[in-house]
């Protein structure tokens, strides 16, 4: 019998929730939980259902995208992607997702993005990794600065109630200025962002400007015991935005200075993240993991190679190769004040590469010289790998410095 799948109604709700829970072996929400989010946009839900019984979950949320030159796409950001335990390998999840990206088409998304709880999943649907997410920690007494930052504004501490507001009006700023950010909708941030998890010892720092104008926040945690009168804590830096680089400077420069902290910890932060360079020892800082983060997947690839600023100035015929065999050309020209990009059938191309792969290579996150060198580009016109870097080269460095 095929599967049915389809959006669901509020009150098969919880139905959905219980199936994301075991496909992920997840604990049971907490009581106090707000529901904001995962009540949302129920329209966009993509559920199967086997003989009446949900088998599978996924949702997608309506997004923007930050593009390199700052433009603003229409993407979907899928989330909530689960299988039962019972039924896997049945074509569950290939056909939730064909039937989410059909209503992304729909809504003329041309893109969707995700984060991927395992990196061997997404691939083959056509996602490639974007974005990647640093992790890094430094032992607070290692915390010097090379150069002290002489802040002209100041820090606060903030309750939760004015949190709300300040953050969100800081982040709306900060995605717009580094390609790979996405929307945190009014929905994402009660459920999401802060999300119980037991009695938490979690503090809200605003930094202000010398004007008392918001201007960056950072979210923290702080966690250990205290052994023989020694307090044996570290402190976890959830959430840190900031319009500039001074801002960011001063950040850091608070963090490092909490008292009854052993290490601080970055969680979600950049590839160029320049705390290591703060530092009057740069070795000190060390790098706990680097992973993908956001995995974008081209559903209007001439929409969105378009929708962006090239570094220099350029053409190229980019072939498109589906796991189906059917090619897919692009006329791509541009440069530093936009560019044109359209479907061309019969133009021959310059390189040509699977949908996943200019996924990847979409935001400038990652180079043509690389993926060239894993055998995952193919070069057909000579000199077209390095005038693809030259052109889709991006900075500051696409990051996502989000989840969902």
Known sequence: MPLDVRAIAP?????????????????????????????????????AFDRGAMVG?????TFELTMPGGAL???????AVAVQPTHRRRGVLS????????????RGEIAAVLTASESTIYGRFGYGPATFRLGCSVDRVDGAFA????????????????????????????????????TRPEFWWPEVFWMPEGKRAQFEVVHEDEHGNPDGYVSYEIKGEWHGGIANRHLYVWDLQAIDGATRAALWQFVLGVDLVVTVHGTNLPVDEPLR??????????????????????LDAAALLGARTYSAAGKLVIEIVDPDGSRERIALEGGPDGATSTGRAGAVPDLSCSRSTLGALSL?????????????????????????????????????????
Do not use: N
Not at 97 to 104: C, P, Q, T, Y
Not at 168 to 177: E, S
Not at 277 to 298: E, G, N, Q, Y
């Open 277 to 298: 360079f703060l530092l009057a020892d740069h070795r000190k800082l060390r790098t706990d993991f680097l992973i993908d983060s956001v995995w974008v997947l081209p």
């Open 147 to 182: 150069r002290p930052v002489e802040d002209k504004g100041s820090m606060r501490l903030v309750p939760r109630g004015e949190a709300d507001l300040v953050y969100q009006a800081v982040y709306d700023r900060a995605r717009r200025a580094r390609a790979g950010m996405v």
């Open 95 to 106: 056909s939730m997702i064909g039937a989410l990206h059909d209503d992304a088409r729909d």
């Open 364 to 404: 400038g996150g990652t180079s043509w010289a690389t993926y060239a060198g894993a055998g995952a580009v193919d070069e057909h016109s000579a000199g077209a790998i390095a005038q693809a870097d030259a052109m889709f080269a991006t900075a500051p460095a696409p990051a996502t410095i989000s989840w969902f």
């Open 73 to 79: 796409v229409p993407a979907a950001g899928v989330s």
């Open 57 to 61: 979950c996924t949702r997608s949320y």
């Open 11 to 47: 009150d098969e709700l919880p139905t959905m929730l219980e199936v994301d829970r075991r496909g992920f072996g997840a604990p049971q929400r907490e009581p106090e939980q707000a529901d904001s989010w995962v009540t949302a946009e129920l329209d966009r839900t993509r559920c």
